[in-house]
Each structure stands twice: as structure tokens, then as C-alpha cells.
């Protein structure tokens, strides 16, 4: 099943039966989140703190 056709049979559940309102409201704080990390990842920059040093790895 693709990720269309699953996120189409989501919303149907949801309309037949609606979520709580906490539940819609923990979900639109996980997406605004989300959204806003994206765009200060775009527009500001990945800070170079938060980077992953991969040569910096030890060896045994």
C-alpha cells in the first residue's frame, strides 16, 4: 500500500470517528514543531554544535 492510499484510509477513520481534542492537539504541536525546525534548518543553518562528527569516532 503506498503512502497515499494510507494516508486516505486515515483520514476516513478520522472522519467517521474524530479524534480527541488533546490527541489533535499533541499532533498539531509535533507538526508546528516540526515545521519550524525545517525552517530554520533552510534559512538559518544547522548549527555546527548539533553535527555529528563521524571521523571523530574511536576506534578498538
Known amino acids: 500500500m503506498d503512502w497515499q492510499l494510507r494516508v486516505l484510509v486515515r483520514v476516513a477513520k478520522w ?3 474524530p479524534p480527541s481534542r488533546q490527541f489533535v492537539w499533541i499532533l498539531a504541536t509535533v507538526v ?3 515545521v519550524a525546525l525545517a525552517l530554520v534548518e533552510r534559512f538559518i543553518g544547522w548549527p555546527e ?7 571523530a ?3 578498538r
Open 15 to 17: 472522519l467517521r470517528r
Open 32 to 34: 508546528v514543531a516540526g
Open 49 to 55: 554544535w548539533a553535527t555529528v562528527d563521524r571521523s
Open 57 to 59: 569516532r574511536i576506534h
